[in-house]
């Protein structure tokens, strides 16, 4: 037993110790990198957290109130209405964009730095989800603290805001996964973003975050179906405006949907990953 | 002098889609030695380089670092080598200090050994002032003796520098070469590239010379200068539409060895300059071709890079200057 053993100053380590303890410096330390990154761009900082819900809910959401009719969307505003797409919409925003950092990294040779080191291959891209995920997570409960000053309470209560950011967490996944496929797939960042663009607002408009379904001319409506977003955005609503009784059937239907979702993403993910790095 | 194998590189071949970057290069470094690629922009020194440090894998052949093997044993071997990219590998937003901390961390120092290690380093590269300013307000110089700083943090074997003074100013260029000469003084083995050569002559104690991603030559600088033969007299000719005849009319002269056509002139490599010389100019004579200016010389590294690859490494270094 003892021969399987590895001794770090003096002290002796289970090489699954020894593994776990290694594997966690080199994630902690890349994540931080990224949240001081983050930190040392206090603008873009800035509007990262605060445009979503600026831009989306308060125009919006009163931009629209008048215009939307509320036999349609079913909710008391259409503020009320628009929480759960600009939850899902901020899910998606931060997803696409999550790996653009990576892309920057490859284009400027401090990924190869990084792979030139001793760190398991994962390291760099559990790093980054990581992150994603928990910027996400906080914008999310910032645009649910949000609506609630304009009277937006999730009838749900906590668990369901928990609930809520799990799915977040779900979707985000898959569209971190695509989006860190493109950054090492992509031959120059001008590809990146035009697919970005290209991709992010169809994504939006053929969803329910704006309208729902029902009230969508039929091929729009046809084509949103298939759009994960709806998926989620169907899940996040109930959770909102109705209860669990009407949402959980919704809830089981995303996880099944997500979980799909997550695992084509992934398995792209991981091959455009073994392209790149090998 | 120890003469223990480093790296073992032997028929190591790599094709990009259908470019064949590298094509059969064996060599070896020895341990303790600064050993240079020296080859023009595109001649397959960062491909190289690349494989060594296990980052590509090769198409064929095999590289050996200390025995391991760059694909079988990439793990290890990453953990015994330093990495300095050609690219200015540097967070903008991270200060100095914090570039090495996160390297520290990815090659799994303890927190005691890297509180050490950093300051020290830190230090010896000169940054001790500015390790505080994120990487962005740094001048050319300085980041790349923190890019070397980089390299040099997990103690390495074995340091790879990639073009280590690409567009650098003249003192930067001096002080970059002092650190490396002192990493091999304190026994570490350099693996560089340049496409600078006098860089390569004066900093390297070794080159392979390569062109097109085969090796050309190899040796240390003074064995390639000795083993060119003859010394090089260089002609500059007023009416460059008479460079040909004048070649052709050299060519068989007598103690000439060989002649290299420029735009401009000729490079005749001599045996004896007292009897060539003399021919020479008698042939210039007979073609009433004007000569604007005769130069005289022992071979240099750059007769060498002629002579093996047929052209001058010059020929494309201004594109390779404002990259
Ligand atoms: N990732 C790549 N994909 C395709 N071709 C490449 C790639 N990297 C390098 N090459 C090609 O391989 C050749 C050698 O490149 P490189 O090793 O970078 O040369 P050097 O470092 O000597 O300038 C060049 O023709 C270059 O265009
Ligand atoms: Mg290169």
Redesign the interface.
Known sequence: MTSRRKT??NEYWDPTEIFMK?YW??I???T??WI??LS??KFSMLFTLVQPMLFWLIFFGNLFQRAADMQVTQASSYISFLTAGVVVMTVLNNGLAGGVDLLFDKE???L????????HRSSVILSRFIFVMTLTSMQVLVILAVAWLFGVQPVTGLLGVATILFIGMLFGVGLTAISMAMAFSVKSHGDFFSVLGFLSLPMIFLSSALVPLSAMPGWMGFLAQFNPMTWAIDAVRPLILQGWTEALPHVGMVIVVMVMFDALCLYGGARAFRRA?? | MSRAVAIEVSHLGKTYDKIQAVDDLSFQVFTGEIFGLLGPNGAGKSTTLRILITLLHPTSGSAKIFGLDSVKDADRVRQTIGYVPQERAIDRFLTGREHLELLADLYHLSSEAASTRIPHLLKLVELEQHADRPAKTYSGGMKRKLDIACGLLPDPKILFLDEPTLGLDVQSRLRIWDHVRDMRDRGITVVMTTNYLDEADRLCDRIAIIDSGRIKALGSPTELKVGLGGDVVSLTVGEHDRVDALAAAVKNLPAIRAVMIKPNGLDIRVDSPEKALPAILEAANRLTCQLEFIDYHRPRLDDVFIAHTGRSIKDDQPKEDDQ
């Open positions: 770090i100053n290694e410096q080199e902690r330390a890349l931080m990198r001081r990154r040392r761009e400027n040779g401090f190869e730095r990084l792979m030139s080191t001793p760190i790095i090998g």
